[in-house]
């Protein structure tokens, strides 16, 4: 009898887990400690694929070898077929993004051309693929050589040459465009449909590489137009035919044969891996594409181009006849009936062995070389650039390490209507998007007031840190402010009053001058035992640090009444507990609870807040002994203060770098992205304030509510003279949102 398999040492769900398998095909997906997902995969049987990961006697690579050891939670989906697994597989991975599956990187925007679905096409540049309805022809990898062939288009067709939608309806005049033969005329209701659709079908040719069949027609015509003695048309004729030979000669003829295909040939090392791709449309090639792999340095090469292929093609506008690869895949059967699936017809999807489809991968791959070494030249050059950036700048600023993660500010409004803030990160160097943050101003609405909106945004920011707010869960190395000394001082104060240490300077755009405030970078945990005349320049949090140092050895629960309002300056009398957990004494001014002198909160009117400590924790990191309730927005809003007095005046020095240093070419960059981030929300806000429906600001109203509460009252006037209760009739809606969209008709 043969020895069972052994199971690795894995986690219990994941043992219980493998129990309950299916041996039906679909997709698994692995979770990390954390509930991150690790790796996404598919199978025809999800019981035989899964368990072989565990099993003592599977021998794995490195790269599978550290995910099954990080492996703590299972999860699957059953699907009907391994087509349908594959889908899901490839939506999935693009969700999750795992780190242990070959991910495919395309930060880079390919122009389209697209054929647009209406009633009269329209023929146009794009570099979004698969937006919208229509037929998309690309990718191409020059810009230029795009808006080229649309103007060699525009020429030999007569298309809608303004790019505006038409319906054929007869809405204006024509234009100089009509008179010169250049277009139809559908604007002014003078294009004859299917004549415009025979005009299409040879756009889409043209754009397919079938140019010299459409000479061909265009020669016969030239002839017919000679014969009939229509010679100006002929002339016209014998312009296009001219037009587009002098681009059949500009391209370049691989095969033979006439055939669609695209070429894919990868190459890989340590420095990473690339995909090269050749687009061959006719037998002629049309554009290349270079891709780069994470996570593929270790996968083997069939895997690497199997994964490459799902995640290409889940958005690929085309898929040719043929599809050549470098290397056999695992998958090939049921890629090629995918791809079948998407095109239409059939797919053929081929290692070539040799002639002239070997020749084509070949060439890809000595193109992917070069993609390879270009792209590790350039991650070269960018690490150094960013290390020289972020090493000007701790140098200028004074800071104690290189800022590795910055954060840069703007306020955008016009004239106080419809104000935002915006955060912009880059970390390393590099934009962090995935952690950029917009705030509506929330307290300062309608006052064009640039030093408030810049302290409201700066407040909540490192309130939601000091809160433990998921999004805000880390601080940056540096702030940088966008605006001069008034908008940077009201940063300041937010921190100050927060009792945060997080160095900051602001950028006057006129000058491009630097701004630091006068001992910033002197707030460390080495001043903490400096005496008490030194810490007024001290952060809050620090100096209650050092009075909880300077007090240990108290007996236990003893409280002192200290008169700390010089120390703290702007702070009343405060109540002091030691090691324990002692009552509020006056509930008029703020406690503070002390664990040994590891952490403090303050209490009062003023709500709780987090103070960091000397080891760098925050209550919201504690444990047992603090009361960490989340606060209601009207209790948030109770709390702020903008005209409350900061803790300190603030005086400032200019720092003026090279226009072309690294490390201000770094914070103009951001403050740029910063300010364009921030116009375009409050754009987007002003926009629909101006044009939308007063109901559409109102938080919890939808379009269904909003259609059903003008469907009953009429207008927005009719709703705000509705009572709440008959507001609170209507379907779908509450007694709470009602009385929230009177209270806020009433003030709009």
Not at 371 to 393: D, R, V
Not at 431 to 452: G, L, T
Not at 491 to 506: C, S
Not at 520 to 540: H, I, K, T
Request: proline share 5%; with cysteine; glycine share 8%.
């Amino acid at each position: 009898m043969p020895a069972k398999k052994k199971i690795r040492q894995v986690a219990e769900k994941v043992l219980e887990a493998l129990k309950r398998l299916p041996a039906q095909p679909g997709c698994y997906i692995f979770h990390g400690a954390a509930g991150e997902v690790l790796y996404v995969g598919k199978a025809l049987s999800l019981r035989n694929r899964v368990r072989s990961y565990f099993q003592d006697s599977t021998r794995h690579g490195p790269r599978i070898e550290r995910l099954v050891s990080k492996v703590q939670e299972l999860e699957w989906i059953v699907v009907d077929s391994e087509l349908e697994a594959l889908v899901l597989e490839c939506n999935l991975i693009k969700k999750h993004r795992p780190p242990y599956n070959v991910r495919l990187r395309d930060d880079k925007s390919y122009p389209y051309v697209v054929v647009t679905d209406e009633k009269f096409p329209r023929v146009l540049f794009t570099r979004q693929s698969r937006r919208g309805g229509g037929k998309y022809h690309g990718p191409y990898t020059s810009a230029y050589a795009v808006r080229d062939t649309l103007q060699l288009l525009h020429k030999v067709f007569p298309l809608i040459p303004c790019g505006k939608s038409w319906s054929g309806q007869a809405v204006q005049k024509p234009c100089l465009y009509y008179h010169l033969g250049r277009c139809l005329g559908p604007c002014a209701g003078l294009a004859d449909k299917s004549e415009y659709k025979a005009v299409i079908s040879k756009v889409e040719r043209f754009l397919q590489g079938k140019e010299e069949g459409i000479a061909q027609e265009l020669k016969k015509d030239m002839e017919r137009a000679s014969e009939a003695e229509d010679f100006e048309e002929a002339a016209k004729i014998r312009d296009q035919v001219q037009a587009i030979e002098a681009m059949l000669q500009r391209q370049k003829v691989l095969v033979n044969e006439k055939v669609d295909q695209d070429v894919v040939a990868l190459v890989k090392d340590n420095r990473g891996a690339a995909i090269q791709m050749l687009y061959i449309r006719g037998g002629k090639l049309i554009g290349q594409r270079q891709f780069i792999l994470d996570g593929a340095s270790e996968a083997p090469s069939g895997e690497a181009v199997q994964q490459f292929l799902k995640q290409y093609y889940t958005d690929a506008p085309e898929v040719p006849r043929e599809v050549l690869l470098p290397v056999e895949i695992a998958e090939r059967e049921v890629v090629q009936a995918w791809l079948k699936q998407k095109r239409g017809s059939t797919v053929s999807v081929e290692v070539p062995q040799g002639g002239d489809r070997l020749r084509l991968v070949e060439m890809a791959a000595n193109n992917a070389e070069q993609a390879l070494a270009t792209f590790a030249q350039e991650i070269q050059q960018k690490e150094q650039w960013s290390e020289t950036a972020m090493s000007q700048l701790q140098e200028a600023l004074d800071l104690d390490a290189p800022p590795m993660r910055v954060e840069c500010y703007d306020i955008s409004n016009t004239q106080g209507m419809a104000p935002v803030g915006s955060m912009v990160v880059v970390e390393n160097g590099e934009p962090a998007k995935d952690q950029y943050r917009r705030f509506k101003i929330r307290y300062h609405p309608e006052s064009p007031n640039d030093f408030a909106m810049m302290h409201e945004v700066i407040t909540r920011r490192l309130k939601a840190y000091a809160e433990g707010d998921a999004k805000f869960s880390r601080l940056p190395d540096l702030i940088v402010i966008d605006g001069g000394k008034g908008q940077l001082a009201a940063a300041l104060k937010a921190r100050d009053q927060l009792g945060l240490t997080v160095p900051m300077t602001g950028l006057a755009k006129r000058m491009e001058v630097l701004f630091a405030p006068l001992g910033f970078e002197g707030v460390s945990n080495s001043n903490l035992g400096a005496p008490n005349s030194e810490l007024r320049n001290l952060d809050r949090g620090s100096r209650i640090a050092d009075l909880m140092a300077s007090l240990q050895g108290e007996p236990e629960n003893v409280i002192r009444q200290l008169p700390l309002g010089a120390l703290l300056e702007d702070e009343p009398a405060i109540n002091l507990s030691l090691d324990g957990a002692a009552e509020d004494i006056d509930h008029g001014h703020p406690t503070l609870h002390g664990m040994g002198s590891t952490a403090v909160e303050l209490e009062g009117p003023v709500g709780p807040r987090a103070i960091p400590m000397q080891n760098g924790s925050r209550i919201s990191d504690l444990g047992s002994g603090i009361v960490d309730r989340k606060k209601t927005k009207a209790e948030r809003d109770a709390e702020y203060d903008y005209d409350r007095v900061a803790p300190r005046e603030y005086g400032f020095r200019d720092i003026v770098l090279p226009l072309n240093s690294p490390g201000l070419v770094l914070i103009r960059r951001l403050r740029d992205e910063a300010h364009r981030f921030a116009l375009s929300y409050h754009r987007k806000l002003r926009d629909k304030r101006m044009h939308g429906s007063a109901l559409e600001e109102v938080p919890g109203v939808g379009p269904r509510r909003k259609r059903l509460l003008l469907r009953t009252f009429g207008s927005v006037e009719g709703i705000r003279r509705a009572t709440a209760e008959e507001i609170a009739a209507v379907p779908t809606m509450t007694k709470t949102l009602a009385a929230q969209i009177k209270d806020y008709l009433q003030e709009a």
